[in-house]
């Protein structure tokens, strides 16, 4: 097959080694990104010990994992935004300095060589949260535009699952190299982390590389994804004018067309216009909340994912909080850290591989929902003394959870295209940042710290049941109606 690396002076040249190596390598880099963007959900491994070396409270804790959250969700379109105007080079360079400075002022300041301000430290995790998004963006989009249709749910799958297993990697090399409660060992843990984040997201900066085929079979036709590569006279002429002619064949062929889910809409529809071609940021925003079913859609997938993030924060408090002697056993945790973890991984790469089988997104995305609210309400039941039951919490919410973002891409190219996708998935992704914030800065601290003893106010532990009953009710209760949202609409392609 014939074609060329598009390289627009952002990336090494790797002239002397064939397309299919070239795209290998591309692979190759996007997989460690990943791997190295997910440090989030490894938060409940290290939060206990941040909350006694800091000597926080518990609202203070879940403000460092708000912080994260908001920084790789609701500022997920700014990335999108970087990678589409400045290319991969430009990317990965932020993501890398990102990294270095968010993790390199947070071990400064668990050192007590620096401020250590909530304020500050809640400020650099938000960059560290930007710096996994800027780096986990760029590493899927870049392998969703080098393979075809065909392929994306198992390419999506793959780049997502690494994502998902990160918190695996960082829990041991977090418990078996770092397991002193010191502010040195804490210290030392993100000073690793700032390190090989920035130098992985570097390596993004250097390699990868979108792959423009020529003489492209049929599959590949109309798979460029907008803003990877800089065009300009002519050549900018005429790929609008494709993506035009593309979009409209798009939007014609299914004008008419019966889907799963009922009959599209006309062209005049703001899916169908968001399949033409490339639109400004702004103009994609409106022409999306217009769109009644991505609306429902939107809300739907906020309480879901919020759910998750609840559990994969509090994982850790949790188990602290039903043992018998409320000591932190790092070992429990680490257990449950990693179990979620690779459910995690499980979970996008079954999602993606169902896909491929035909599986509707949207009906995928209903069960993950259902699967998150069952694991937190599962909670419910349990005892103190039985915090090994957590085990299965954390099977359920990675599951859920993991497959909800393999979903999620497909789900949106396969209604909007992918002219726009990179804009729409950044402010899709914003949705878990504001039900992150609410589920655990605003209710579940609020839940804890009411149920804190006397006994034990200051250390700030709580201790029991109550200390995430409430809250298990609260926001399971919140995704099981959730689940069933998507059956008030028709998402029609």
Known sequence: MGGEIKNSAYSIELTFLSLDAQRGICVVVALLMALLSGTMYAFGAFSTTLKS??????????????SMHVGTYLLKPICGAILDSFGTCVAGTCAG???LFGFGVVAMGV?????????????????????????????????????APRHRGKIVGLVASFFGISATMVSIIYTHGFSANTASALSSFFVLFACLMAFVNFLGAAFLRKVELTDQPEEFEGVQL????????????????????????????????????????????????????????????CLLFKDGPYRIVY?????????????INNLGSMQQSLSTTGEHDKGAVEELVISLSVCNMMGRLIAGNLLDLGVPALHGIMGCTLLLSLACLVTLFLSVGYG?????????????????????????AERYGIFNFGKIFGLTTTAP?????????????????????????????????????????????????????????????
Do not use: R
């Not at 739907?300 to 559990?311: D, E, I, M, N, Y």
């Not at 497959?403 to 891409?409: A, E, H, I, M, T």
């Not at 804890?448 to 700030?460: L, P, W």
């Open 53 to 66: 070396v800091m000597e926080w409270e518990q609202s203070q804790v879940e403000l460092m994992g708000v």
């Open 97 to 99: 300095f990102q990294a």
């Open 111 to 147: 050192a007590g060589v620096a401020p250590n301000s909530t304020a500050l430290m809640a400020f650099c995790f938000l960059v560290v949260g930007m710096a996994s998004a800027q780096g986990y963006v760029t590493a899927l989009y870049v392998s969703i535009g080098n393979f």
């Open 226 to 285: 907008d803003g990877f590569d800089a065009v300009d006279g002519d050549d900018e002429e005429e790929s609008e004018t494709n993506a035009i002619k593309t979009g409209a064949s798009q939007s014609a062929d299914t004008a008419s067309a019966e889907t799963p889910y009922g009959k599209s809409s006309d062209d005049e529809a703001p899916h169908a216009l968001l399949k033409v071609k490339p639109l400004p940021f702004f103009q994609t925003v």
């Open 299 to 311: 809300l739907q997938f906020a309480v879901s994912a919020g759910a998750g993030l609840f559990v």
């Open 388 to 412: 090994d039951y957590l085990i299965l919490v954390a099977i359920g919410t990675g599951l859920g959870y993991g497959g909800l973002w393999s979903l999620c891409p497909a789900m949106l």
């Open 433 to 493: 940042a504001f039900t992150s914030f609410l589920f655990n800065e605003v209710f579940a601290s609020w839940v804890y710290e009411a149920h804190i003893s006397t006994d034990h106010e200051e250390d700030g532990v709580c201790l029991g049941t109550s200390c995430f009953m409430l809250s298990c009710l609260v926001i399971g209760g919140l995704g099981v109606a959730a689940a069933f949202v998507p059956l008030l609409t028709t998402w029609a392609t």
